[in-house]
């Protein structure tokens, strides 16, 4: 059995999604005459309602591409059909389609954070999405109530995704579009917006994708897993590094765990995430177990699911090629969106219907994360990335990674970071090197969750830990202003974070 003792997992549901803390709050408009600008390098927040379909304003210009994420968030646990979703879509000021991508909740059947993205790509179209000026987000609910989503396809997917070859949202692979009107969610959803540009490099480079590279399944990581607990959105996404990771609290139904690793140039990533065995209950529970991988724009990569029936599962990422400029030219989704250097996102989803056969109580989760290849060069660009480090991967975020600074903390969602100009901050997001805040008080945490010990030994050691925690913050402070050290480079994407 391997479900968490009660002292770690304390809480009775799961923990609510963390926007980015920089993220500005905008209202979507009913047309696009009445549109709010966003700006790239900037993450936003605003809401949608089950009928919804929500403009917002960009001005884009002709020397960059530009990328559009929407993370639509429902309430954990509400009603779900699986064709239910998000769609977005980049149009210009005729209503050219740039781009377009369906996320929908698959066939989990259970609400949980889904991202769609699109984009404008110079030189994709001779004709369409290329001139500077104004063009539209344009974000809209999906599903069998809306009567917009099913569409001819019936695939879970449609629009042509933002390489313009058709992408499948979270847990669409499935295929399903079941469910009823009735099923559908009639609640107001939360929505986290994100805006990046990508400058355009230099001319002479290969305008065809990498025709071959290792697809072989790599031998799986052994060996002690360290404990790294997951966070609860992107811009709190907790860091790893190569390696085997387990998660302390593990995860719980209706839950949504979300992971990041700092990808190099020409490097190849593989993930397999392990759902633990249980004695506590009993059946079958399909598609309950959901796998998806995010490249630094939260353009979908891959997704896949395993079913549950109390005996261990696990759920791999398929072959990635290694990461290259150059992938943005294949017609395969998977190629395709590893086209950036950057933080990769893991984000780990259980099904609400665990609980109806395995109770509430978390299960473990294991997560072996495997990097080939050195980190190479990068592609050359003409220009500076918004938010600025997007597509870099740092030394501080490789230390970051190794050390696990960020994640969700006692204060909710970490800085996402790194925004462009003069909008950075110094929080222990995205790229930050700096662990202490969020290690105090997760020391701290630790020891008021220790179980098994006296009260009054409890509350000498809970004096002593935060003594010590008040004395490296006051031997720290000074530091930074004195020497403008300890501080990594900012400027990651994820919630504004980039992101």
């Given amino acids: ?26 209202a979507g408009a009913a047309s696009s005459t009445g549109a709010v600008r966003l700006v790239a390098g900037k993450t936003y927040r605003s809401t949608i309602g089950p009928d919804g379909k929500l403009y917002y304003r960009l001005h884009l210009d002709a020397a960059s591409d530009a990328y559009v994420s929407a993370t639509a968030v429902p309430e954990a646990g509400s009603d779900a059909a699986s064709s239910d979703g998000v769609r977005v879509s980049l149009q210009d000021a005729d209503a050219h389609q740039c781009s377009s991508d369906t996320a929908r909740f698959g066939s989990t059947r259970s609400a949980h954070p889904v991202t769609a993205w699109a984009s404008r790509e110079i030189g994709s179209d001779e004709y369409m999405c290329q001139a500077a000026g104004v063009y539209y987000l344009v974000v809209e609910r999906v599903g069998a109530a809306v009567g917009t989503s099913t569409g001819a396809s019936g695939t879970g997917a449609s629009g042509t995704g933002a390489s313009g070859t058709g992408t499948s949202g979270t847990g669409s692979a499935s295929g399903s579009t079941s469910g009823s009107a009735g099923e559908t969610s009639s609640e107001e959803w939360g929505l986290e917006l994100g805006v990046v540009s990508e400058p355009l490099v230099k001319k ?50 209706g839950e949504t765990l979300f992971y990041k690793v700092p990808v190099g140039w020409g490097q190849q990533f593989h993930a397999t995430a392990e759902l633990g ?14 796998v998806s991988l995010y490249n630094p724009v939260r353009g979908l990569v891959d997704d896949r699911t395993a079913n549950y029936g109390g005996t261990q599962r696990s759920a791999a990422l398929g072959p990635l090629p290694p990461v290259a400029y150059e992938n943005r030219f294949s017609r395969d ?67 970051a990674a190794e050390n696990g600074a960020t994640g969700d903390t006692l204060d909710g969602a970490v800085d996402g970071g790194g925004s462009g100009g003069d909008e950075g ?44 925690v008040a004395r490296r913050r006051a031997s720290g402070e000074a530091g930074p202003e004195l020497s403008g050290a300890g501080t990594a480079p900012r400027g990651r994407h994820g919630a504004s974070r980039g992101r």
Avoid: C
């Fill in 277 to 290: 065995s249980t004695t506590d209950g009993d059946g079958h529970v399909g598609n309950a177990f959901v």
């Fill in 1 to 26: 059995m391997t479900t968490l003792s009660a002292p770690v997992a304390a809480a009775e549901k799961p923990t609510p999604y963390s926007y980015a803390e920089d993220a500005t709050t905008v």
């Fill in 204 to 253: 002479g480079g290969s305008t065809h994708a990498p025709e071959g590279w290792n697809s072989a399944s790599p031998e799986g990581l052994s060996g002690e897993p360290e404990h790294r607990r997951g966070g609860s959105g992107f811009a709190a996404a907790s860091p790893v590094a190569q390696g085997v990771w387990q998660d302390e609290a593990g995860i719980r139904a």
């Fill in 333 to 399: 989704d998977e190629v395709n969106g590893m086209r950036f250097a950057g933080w990769y996102y893991l984000v780990v989803h259980l099904g609400t219907s665990v609980a109806d056969r395995y109770g509430e109580e978390p299960l473990g989760l294991t997560l072996r994360v495997r990097l080939d290849g050195e980190a190479g060069a990068g592609p050359g660009y003409l220009g500076t990335a918004e938010p600025r480090g997007v597509f870099e991967v740092t030394e501080g975020d490789e230390e």
């Fill in 425 to 468: 901050t110094s929080g222990s997001g995205e790229g930050s090197g700096s662990t202490s805040g969020a290690d105090d008080r997760r020391l701290a945490m630790t020891a008021v969750a220790a179980g098994g010990i006296g009260m009054g030994t409890l509350l000498v050691l809970v004096l002593v830990v935060w003594t010590l």
